[in-house]
């Protein structure tokens, strides 16, 4: 069993920068694709970056696409999304989620953290 735990949200002006981190602290995960996903409140949950298993291929969503970032440190347990250029549409609860195959893609997610909260206002 994997257990996600995000860390990294929290309050940001609009065009600043925020980093997450997803850490692993169940069994391994070296062969899942991880991606991190967001929800906003009456809107339908949106797939925003996803990273391979061996982080050489990555895949994001179009609205934050050039803007942020996956990447994922397997020896350390922990995947990144870097947040770059944030708006006040980007604000949502961001979770990270464990893929049950190594390519990304946005379904077929086994896995699930509590999720975090991003907020971008001014």
């Known amino acids: 069993q994997l257990q996600l735990v995000e860390s990294g949200g929290g309050l940001v002006q609009p065009g600043g920068s925020l980093r997450l981190s997803c850490v692993n602290a169940?069994?391994?995960?070296?062969?899942?694709?991880i991606a991190w996903f967001r929800q906003a409140p009456g809107k339908e949950r949106e797939g925003v970056s996803c990273?391979?298993?061996?982080?050489?291929?990555?895949q994001y969503g179009a609205s934050v696409k050039g803007r942020f970032t996956t990447s994922r440190d397997n020896a350390n347990n922990v995947v990144y999304l870097q947040m770059n250029e944030l708006k006040p549409e980007d604000t949502a609860l961001y979770y990270c989620a464990a893929r049950h195959y190594p390519d990304c893609g946005w379904s077929e997610y086994r896995y699930w953290g509590q999720g975090i909260q991003v907020t971008v206002s001014s």
């Open positions: 169940g069994g391994s995960w070296t062969w899942r694709a």
């Open positions: 990273v391979s298993s061996n982080g050489e291929a990555t």
